[in-house]
């Protein structure tokens, strides 16, 4: 990523930005290598210092006006790095205040991504975001964190035989009279979230709307067609069966789900706000029967996430492992009803025999302050990261036990629900 020039209120600041991903070596660490233990050893300290250097902010602003208060030049660094793609929002949580603050500074980054290493990938006819740890600012100023949420306007402008696909609902389409003419889409999202769940996705889709549910959004390419079709027609229950158990309807004005080919992706799913990405290798046609289950969970589990990770997201660290467990919990309780109990004891027996393995063999605890810490966050992802989720759904469906299940909806559920959303107003 390339910063050209920053504005605050429509003059020039001076910054000085440094990528936190350099292909920079430590050559004194390596020279002390001489066996197998030592080059480990240097390839954990270089992994290591690589996450202590992600977080340290790599954009700093400097507003010299005469008249600044030290309240107006925190105000402009702690604003310095927040909605780079257009936020709409600078009040507390991405909502406007009564008033504006005379402390707010209104800052334009502009900016261009050449060739990017992470964060957001270019192929042959498609572009596509991902949401790995920590990558959002790769590819758009922003400050990654469960603390900084706030409201977005997104408008991507793509040649016209490109489908435009991101955060939010879809306000309009501008076309051009260039030549060849060009398509500007138009994005509003406007419940804050963080940076990371801000995703785009631009190829020639073909567009499957769908038939029970106008909110719902099906994408893929056009050799996928005929599977997306056959693969997508019961997720309009699982839809309405997230809103009736958690009595809240959906939080986003609309759900995208994109099919792209595997070959094309570096992970086989990438979520954001109101929108996600799979692997188009989990379609299937109407001759397969053993993929369909593992497939709909899939689908499911990512729809959850959309209620429990981008809307409901945990303050610290340390509760991440309840809006995992929150998600998984939901997601037992769509199989349950439409897979059948037996399918989902077996499916929960798997789990909990996998955590007693790992907890054997010193798993990390699911709220470790040390594990926030000293991990940066990797704790979530990988095997063990399947294992805290898996260990969180446990916790949870314990807890659903002791307090049974209606109790545990009405006075757990529903009421985090009710109290997120006033919080959020």
Excluded at 220 to 228: A, D, I, V, W
Aim: charged content about 20%; glycine content about 6%; hydrophobic content about 40%.
């Amino acid at each position: 990523m390339t910063i050209s020039r920053v504005l605050v209120d429509g003059e020039l600041a001076e910054f000085e930005f440094v990528p936190h991903f350099q292909p920079l070596e430590d050559e004194k660490r390596w020279c002390s290598v001489s066996c197998v233990n030592s080059a480990a050893d240097a390839a954990s300290s270089t992994y290591m210092s690589s996450l202590d250097d992600e977080i340290v902010p790599n954009l700093l602003i400097a507003w010299s006006k005469a008249t600044n208060s030290i309240n107006e030049q925190e105000s402009q660094h702690d604003q310095s790095n927040v909605g780079n793609i257009l936020p709409n929002s600078l009040g507390e949580n991405g909502h406007d205040g009564d008033h504006f603050d005379k402390n707010v500074k209104l800052i334009r980054i502009d900016y261009s991504v050449d060739k990017p290493e992470t964060g957001i990938h270019f192929g042959d006819n498609i572009l596509y975001s991902v949401n790995q740890l920590r990558r959002a600012d790769c590819w758009f100023p922003c400050m990654e964190s469960s603390m900084q949420r706030c409201s977005f306007d997104l408008e991507f402008t793509v040649d016209s035989n490109f489908v435009a696909i991101s955060n939010g609902n879809l306000l309009y389409q501008v076309l051009s009279r260039d030549v060849p003419p060009r398509v500007t889409y138009v994005y509003k999202l406007s419940v804050p979230i963080c940076a990371k769940w801000i995703s785009l996705a631009v190829a020639p889709f073909e567009i499957l709307p769908d038939s029970h549910n106008s909110v719902i959004t099906h994408m893929c390419f056009s050799q996928n067609l005929s599977k997306l079709q056959n693969t997508i027609g019961f997720f309009h229950n699982a839809f309405s069966h997230y809103e009736d158990y958690l009595s809240m309807s959906f939080p986003f004005g609309s759900y995208k789900q994109i099919f792209i080919p595997p070959e094309l992706l570096t992970s086989s799913v990438n979520l954001g706000a109101s929108m996600c990405m799979f692997s188009s290798e989990i379609l299937f046609d109407e001759k397969v029967i053993d993929q369909t289950i593992d497939t709909r969970i899939k689908l499911a589990y990512a729809l959850a996430r959309q209620w429990f990770g981008v809307y409901i997201a945990a303050d610290e660290p340390n509760d991440e492992w309840l809006v995992d467990g929150l998600a998984g919990f939901i997601t037992d309780s769509f199989v349950k009803c439409f897979m059948g109990n037996n399918e989902a004891r077996y499916r929960r027996y798997k789990a909990n025999c996998a955590v007693c393995k790992a907890d054997a063999s010193g798993a990390t605890a699911l709220s470790s302050s040390a594990a926030s810490t000293d991990l940066h966050g990797t704790q979530s992802i990988g095997f063990y990261g399947k294992i805290r989720s898996w260990k969180a759904i446990a916790v949870l469906q314990m807890l659903e036990k002791q307090m049974g299940p209606d109790s545990f909806r009405k006075d757990c559920l529903s009421d985090l629900m009710v109290g997120h959303k006033y919080r959020g107003d």
